[in-house]
């Protein structure tokens, strides 16, 4: 109970950390709806609290509408942002957002593509956060090696609805948990280095003009498959496919331990549900966001196919 509390307290604090600087939209003064900007292959949703100016002329002109929510003319260049820059200095931007962009843009100007920058950058963070992975997937292969034993108490206490024989239960899976050496919150952890980057990457995105500008494969970085496809762009459907795809195989190779709470709930619905919300999550991505969990997907894929190989190897 009390590690449900700490993580439930956690998880509040770092909610309430991550809001306290998020994303302004510019909306038209008269109107009061978000301002557009529309190219041939581009739709963008335009934000006031960028952090450097942006490189298109019409980009430019349009920001230029604005200027008494945001003067464009006062921001540095991308290609010379700094952490230190901008008016913007609350704690989530200053140790986050802005060091997350600054690194997009100096691996972009070596790249010189921003889509293979977000790329690389989501592989090096994967690869510092790598012993935290690691972990869960062998977590998640020493529960293929519990599940029998974990059907035995299932069936042992099946039917039985009493408080008595559901505490017996309670703890025989804690010790279960603990012969294997099973942490059912560890988990937990991994998300709470995971969600913030994940909105830090968002913000990023978001904030530089230039990354949005940016296209890679002929698909522009700053709209999402739901702008595009409903242009009549269908090929963004591969966004959302691959998406679908890596975090399919994902899921299915990396399966959490159930708790005793929890242990009734079929694994496969959950899994399911969790699919389907981040496909249409994956909708109103923006490409450059997307790039982002592919590449981060995929290498956690890779990891988890590692481990398995290397404890088949031990157990042989």
């Known amino acids: ?71 464009i003319s006062k921001l540095p260049d991308c290609s010379n942002f700094s952490p230190s820059d901008g008016n913007y200095n609350d704690l989530w931007e200053t140790i986050v957002v802005k060091p997350l962009a600054w690194l997009i843009l100096k691996i972009g100007t070596i790249t010189k593509n921003y889509g293979i920058a977000l790329i690389i950058l989501s592989i090096i963070i994967r690869l510092i956060l790598a012993p935290f992975t690691k972990k869960t997937a062998m977590q998640s292969e020493n529960m293929k090696q519990l599940q029998p034993e974990m059907d035995r108490i299932n069936k042992k206490y099946e039917n039985k609805t009493d408080q008595e024989s559901l505490n017996k239960k309670s703890m025989e899976m804690m010790s279960l948990y603990k012969k294997y050496n099973i942490n059912p919150f560890s988990s937990c952890l991994f998300a709470f280095i995971q969600i913030p980057l994940l909105f830090g990457f968002l913000e990023a995105i978001n904030r530089v003009p230039v990354i949005f500008e940016e296209n890679l494969f002929g698909l522009v970085l700053g709209t999402t498959p739901f702008k595009a496809i409903s242009s009549g762009q269908i090929q963004y459907i591969i966004i959302v496919i691959l998406i679908a795809l890596t975090t399919f195989i994902s899921q299915k190779l990396n399966k959490t331990a159930p708790t005793p709470q929890t242990n009734d709930i079929n694994p496969n619905t959950m899994t399911n549900v969790m699919l389907v919300m981040i496909c249409i999550m994956s909708l109103n991505f923006s490409v450059a966001l997307s790039l982002y969990w592919i590449a981060s997907t995929i290498f956690t894929i890779i990891q988890n196919l590692i481990v398995m190989k290397t404890i088949k190897k031990e157990v042989k």
């Not at 809001?19 to 557009?36: A, N």
């Open 1 to 71: 109970m009390k590690k449900n509390k700490i993580i439930k307290m956690i998880f509040i604090v770092l909610f309430v950390f991550i809001m306290t600087g998020c994303t302004v939209i510019l909306k038209d003064p008269k109107t009061k709806k978000p301002v557009y900007y529309e190219e041939e292959n581009l739709k963008i949703t335009l934000n006031e609290n960028i952090l450097c100016k942006p490189t298109s002329k019409g980009l430019k002109n349009k920001y230029n509408e604005y200027k008494k929510q945001i003067d």
